[in-house]
């Protein structure tokens, strides 16, 4: 295969500015059960080769199945003569970049699909038993899935890598129902599971049947939770929450595609322009936003990205003010940067790469536990795991509503309450900030449902967050 | 090989069991504009073979995009692994298993010419957009894409069925240097029917509407909506109330509402995978052949879509909704909805008597709040305008609507008589093109909870 991949771009060398190509082979694995029985057992396997290629300033990307030699030519074929027939463009030069040479595996101490599938289904069933002790629960799920994706790139600059990224992980999620009321309530996160580079081990560690009964009597406790009370209040994110506001507010306004207004046509664009760097305030002082390509465990973790860049760290918002971009070689050059940040990333062979977040996290500050963050507070809501998301198309104007909240007074947790939900202005939401939870709160939130890109492109990302608090928010909006 | 020969290669690399194949082969293409300029384009050719075996009751399925023998034995013996273990885990499943397939009826639903994937159709689509949008000292932004898709089901009980479909989209924002924009697009089965200058002059115009932008407080507003915001509604609607999987376990939004009054009388939705203007489709995942199913008659809720799976718990039949085979993990899902058009000539016949409304052109990051209630959220996007005195006066702010789809529904006053095929076009996964038929409509009281810039 690397040959084939060498003598492809040694053909589209005298023929396109820049080009790379990458075979990517993707294995699967997702089991769960539904309601005490086995529902999905699936497994899918593909693999295939993209091709990429840059002519007259114009990209051109032609992605077929399998390994075929002659298949992999018409490709290249395909993909110049799409690149030739759209109008002239006056794309930057790429950023410069040393090639990317060399192998690289993710950590995973037990392989996940080595592991029995009757063994994992055990463990869904446990999990499962576990959701069932509540007679109004309607609906229990509980999940397990595995991803391993192996890859190997080149380029017409010299570049010839490979990598392989293991996933894995799981869920479990217990839906109450009476009357017109139903109320979902799910652990760890509510995005598609949880899942962390790594082996089977990462699902062992998510305890799911010692978290299940919690699930259930949570969810079946919201039917008789009074509704989330609205007006202006304080406001605490559990990590999972801070995870998504991160996400949705920080990460995908500082992707410079967008910013750029090269994802106008779908995804939208951003408020933040692309002169910002060291001028916008984005927060107050407590808001320190990191995107590290490196972190152990994380779904954005790589050795290189998808155009051979290696995986590096990058500061977005430091002590509030924005320091960086999400960039590509391309984007990263049509703003003057002297580097990429390394986060060129597509979904399987069959799409380009677009810039896309690493692992984007909010550092953790020095507030200590979230005891200790409620503690402070005289007056408060506790939101806790995202059940509805929706943002503007500038990132600007965000609503947000959790499974679950709990009213604070006097610096104690008071009623659990049903619907809470808040809404916000980006840069206003995070300037009232004003405690973040200390690094022993802090962990890694996976969202698996990051949708961007024309054809549309799913791909899996990890926040690192620990709980925070905002003053003077206004909730109950929904 | 077409996909049927591949779904009925990878049938007798399974050659014992109860089992199904589902088969795509995706041929597209893709090109990408923003400020005036391409930024990507992307052709695929793939295939997508699903086996899933049923042992004992219990699923297996697996997938591969390869069709080489070597491959589908593999892909067929891990499927039978997967229902074999979870078979073991319990007594007997409930799955029905597959019958035959019968052949699908015929339809008009490909177009030899958007077949071809020609790029420099697209090309000139693009010319044709940046000329138009610079002429008027606008970016534009959008994409144009065509795709040829092959269909086929088989299963391990007899026959076989197949279909090869097109579709093709347009859609251009223009964006003006104030930072106001304006959106039009086009789809069907023919990328003839693309025509990208007229495409843009509509965008355009609406970046170019005059005035400063007004700003509604948040409350309760007559609105009349194009036909893609409608659709973005109605697409939730499948996802909350039609979804049959859903209805079937207590969750759904029709639950005891079947035969009740859910929406104005002016409101018929069904399921038409035959209708004109849609992107026809002969049969489901499950090679269930497609027949036109109403959902909401006179405002009264007729029923709900399913798979075999969804069908069993609810103990009737599939209505040829399966969008993978033995049931997406989130249900069924109609994909030819269509809203029939009522008896306003114009949107501007259809903004007359409100004296103070918003008019939308579509939204955006719609999502669902609380399924059981259809409630939705949503912000508007290229093109919201303030209507006073019966016609649309000047910019308005972008509103956020959150509000329950068949409470809207239920406030219809009037629809358009025509009626448009939109979509997102998202294409997600591998290419299932789908879009709603929608007219245009005014409702009342429509709930916007914050203006967003």
């Not at chain 1, 027939?85 to 037990?110: D, F, I, N």
């Not at chain 2, 194009?226 to 939730?236: H, I």
């Not at chain 2, 509402?257 to 489901?284: C, E, K, W």
């Amino acid at each position: 295969m690397r040959d084939l991949l060498r003598d492809l771009m040694d053909a589209a060398a005298t023929r396109a500015e820049y080009a790379d190509v990458r075979f990517v082979r993707t294995q699967s694995e997702r089991l769960s059960t539904r309601n005490r029985a086995v529902d999905q057992v699936d497994s899918k396997v593909t693999e295939g080769i993209g091709i990429r290629v840059r002519v007259g300033g114009a990209w051109g990307f032609a992605a077929v199945r399998g390994t075929g030699k002659a298949d992999a030519e018409r490709a290249l074929e395909r993909a110049l003569a799409i690149a030739a027939t759209q109008p002239r463009s006056r794309g930057a030069a790429l950023t410069e970049e040393p090639p990317a040479v060399g192998s690289y595996a993710s950590p995973a101490e037990q392989d996940p699909f080595a592991v029995p599938l009757e063994d994992k289904l055990a463990i869904l069933a446990g999990a499962e038993a576990a959701l069932r002790s509540e007679p109004e629960v309607a609906l229990t799920l509980a999940r397990f899935q595995a991803v391993r994706v192996d890859k190997l790139f080149a380029s017409t600059e010299g570049a010839l890598c490979g990598q392989v990224l293991t996933e894995c992980g799981g869920g479990v999620a217990a839906v109450a129902v009476s009357g017109d009321e139903s109320h979902i309530r799910s652990f760890p996160t509510s995005h598609g599971d949880h899942m962390e580079q790594g082996g089977f081990e990462r699902f062992v560690a998510l305890d799911l049947p010692g978290e299940a009964p919690r699930v259930s009597a949570e969810a079946v406790a919201l039917l008789r939770a009074p509704e989330c009370p609205s007006g202006r209040t304080t406001l605490i994110l559990a990590g999972e929450q801070v995870g998504v506001q991160i996400h949705e507010s920080v990460g995908h306004a500082v992707e410079l595609d967008r910013v750029l207004g090269w994802e106008a046509s779908y995804a939208g664009t951003s408020f933040v322009p692309a002169d910002a760097i060291g001028s916008l305030r984005f927060g107050s002082e407590h808001v320190n936003v990191t995107a590290d390509a490196t972190h152990p465990g994380g779904l954005g973790s790589y050795r290189w990205d998808d155009e051979g860049v290696e995986g590096h760290t990058v500061p977005i918002v430091r002590e509030g003010v924005l320091t960086g971009f999400l960039s590509s070689r391309e984007t990263a050059a049509e703003i003057g940067l002297e580097r990429s940040g390394g986060c060129m990333r597509a979904e399987g062979f069959g799409r380009q790469p677009i810039v896309r977040m690493t692992n984007v996290s909010l550092e953790p500050g020095d507030a200590g536990t979230l005891a200790d963050l409620i503690a402070d507070v005289d007056s408060g809501l506790l939101i806790d795991t995202n059940r509805s998301w929706s943002i503007d198309d500038r990132r600007l104007h965000f609503q947000f509503e959790g499974e679950a909240g709990w009213e604070i007074e006097n610096g104690e947790l008071g009623r659990l309450v049903r619907n809470p939900s808040y809404a916000g202005v980006t840069p206003r939401f995070w300037a009232a900030c004003d405690a973040v939870c200390s690094e022993s709160e802090w962990h890694l939130h996976a969202l698996l449902d990051c949708g961007k890109g024309e054809p549309g492109q799913m791909m899996h990302v990890s926040h690192g967050a620990a709980p925070a608090r905002f003053r003077d928010v206004e909730v109950g909006v929904a | 090989m077409n996909a049927l020969d591949v779904a009925e290669a990878a049938i007798a690399a399974a050659p014992t069991g109860d089992v199904l194949a589902h088969v795509t082969h995706e041929r597209s293409l893709l090109l990408r504009f923003a400020n005036n300029r391409p930024t990507q384009a992307t052709a695929i050719d793939d295939v997508t073979v699903e086996l899933a075996v049923v042992v004992d009751g219990h699923l297996g399925r697996a997938a591969t995009n390869q069709t080489d023998r070597e491959a589908l034995s593999s892909c067929a013996s891990r499927a039978r692994g997967a229902a074999e273990a979870a078979a073991a885990t319990a007594a007997s499943g409930e799955h029905p298993g597959f019958q035959a397939v019968e052949p699908a009826r015929t339809h008009q639903g490909h177009d030899a010419e958007t077949a071809a994937l020609e790029p420099a159709l697209g090309g000139a689509a693009l010319a044709t957009t940046f000329e138009t949008a610079e002429r008027r000292q606008l970016e534009a932004h959008g994409v144009w894409t065509v795709a040829e898709d092959e269909h086929a089901v088989a299963t391990s009980a007899g026959g076989g069925t197949f279909e090869s479909t097109t579709d093709a989209l347009m859609k251009v924002i223009c964006i003006a240097p104030s930072g106001r924009s304006g959106y039009a697009s086009s789809m069907g089965v023919a990328a003839s029917g693309l025509e990208a200058g007229p495409l843009a002059e509509r965008a355009a115009a609406k970046a170019l509407v005059s005035g400063d932008s007004a700003e509604l407080p948040p409350g309760a507003y007559p609105v009349v909506m194009e036909p893609r915001a409608v659709g973005s509604l109605l697409e939730l609607l499948g996802d909350t109330a039609l979804n049959g999987l859903a209805h079937a376990e207590g969750r759904g939004a029709l639950v005891d509402r079947l035969g009740q009054q859910v929406a104005a009388p002016a409101i018929n939705l069904a399921d038409s995978p035959y209708f004109a203007s849609t992107l026809p489709r002969a049969f489901d995942a499950e090679g269930t052949p497609k027949r036109p199913l109403p959902l909401i008659q006179d405002g009264v809720a007729r029923a709900v879509a399913h798979d075999l799976r969804s069908g069993a718990l609810a103990e009737g039949p599939s209505t040829g909704h399966a969008l993978e085979p033995g049931g997406a993990a989130d249900g069924p899902l109609p994909a030819n909805l269509v809203l029939a058009g009522g008896g306003a000539a114009s949107l501007d016949e259809l903004c007359a008597p409100v004296e103070r409304g918003v008019y939308v052109t579509r939204f955006w990051y719609e999502n669902v709040v609380r399924p059981k209630e259809t409630l939705i959220t949503a912000v508007t996007r290229d093109g919201t305008f303030l209507i006073e005195n019966g016609r649309v006066m000047r910019p308005l702010r972008n509103l956020r609507l959150t509000d329950s789809v068949l409470g809207i529904l239920s406030r219809v006053e009037d629809l358009s008589a025509s009626q448009q095929l939109t979509s997102h076009g998202e294409f997600y996964d591998r290419r299932f093109a789908y879009g709603v038929v929608s007219p245009a409509l005014r409702a009342g009281s429509v709930r916007f909870t914050d203006a967003t810039g």
